[in-house]
């Protein structure tokens, strides 16, 4: 696919609109789609079926049932990374239509998921709190420390072999906050992070957004494993 066409799939704001809300890491149907950006269902499918055939969404069907994903992490990382090149370039943070869609944005900025690894002010707060502890260096790059694999094995997490490895996903990577300007943990090591905090319901999706709120128990664990005080704004 050229530049021009992977630009011409995004530029419609209802495409848009549909990979930006797929950045929760989830499965959608057409359905779900459809009402989260307004359109008709005929209009959603139409745009999906361009969207799958450049490669950007994934398509699974259980029944009667279509759902689509986006393709890979690399899209995931590519979607957000677009999302925080125009936050820098435009409005601080986005202007909210009405109060639900300003409730939406605050919890968002607090923490959310971005695809499958932790964002917003929470994704930021582990980031520095791993970098603090030696778990991640960047002394040369971001790198996963011989402490950072036995922490996770703590955990009961067990890096893939091939993570890290030529052709596959990033170890570790650094993905730019586009709400905080600062950059939050991608890679594999950010996405067992993230999954074993929803795991161990150290954090809770609010509603069916990318929303998340840390729990009693999410907050002693952070504590606890990463000497994390945290705000109780942002929790």
Do not use: K
């Not at 970098?131 to 420390?145: C, F, H, I, N």
Request: glycine content about 10%.
């Amino acid at each position: 696919m050229s530049l021009a066409q992977l630009a011409g799939l995004l530029a419609d704001p209802t495409r848009a609109a549909f990979c930006t809300a797929l950045l929760d890491g989830r499965a959608w149907t057409a359905g779900e789609l459809a009402r989260h950006a307004g359109v008709a269902p005929s209009t959603a499918s139409e745009h999906l079926s361009r969207l799958i055939a450049g490669g950007l969404l994934a398509e699974e069907r259980q029944g009667r049932h279509r759902y689509v994903r986006l393709a890979d992490p690399a899209t995931a990382a590519l979607i957000e990374d677009l999302c925080a090149y125009a936050a820098a370039t435009g409005p601080a943070r986005p202007r909210p239509h009405n109060l639900r869609e300003s409730t939406r944005l605050s919890a968002e900025a607090r923490a959310r998921t971005c695809y499958d690894h932790l964002a917003g002010r929470l994704g930021v707060a582990v980031t520095e709190a791993v970098l603090a502890r030696g778990l991640v260096t960047d002394d040369a790059g971001l790198a996963v420390t011989a402490q950072g694999r036995e922490w996770l094995a703590g955990l009961g997490v067990e890096l893939p072999a091939r993570a890290g490895s030529s052709g596959g996903r990033p170890l570790v990577r650094s993905c730019l906050d586009w709400t905080e300007r600062r950059s939050h943990l991608g890679g594999v090591f950010g996405a067992e992070l993230c999954r074993t905090a929803l795991d161990r319901a150290w954090v809770a999706r609010i509603g069916s957004g990318r929303a998340l709120r840390v729990t009693p128990d999410g907050d002693r664990a952070l504590r606890e494993l990463l000497g994390m005080a945290l705000d109780p704004v942002a929790a």
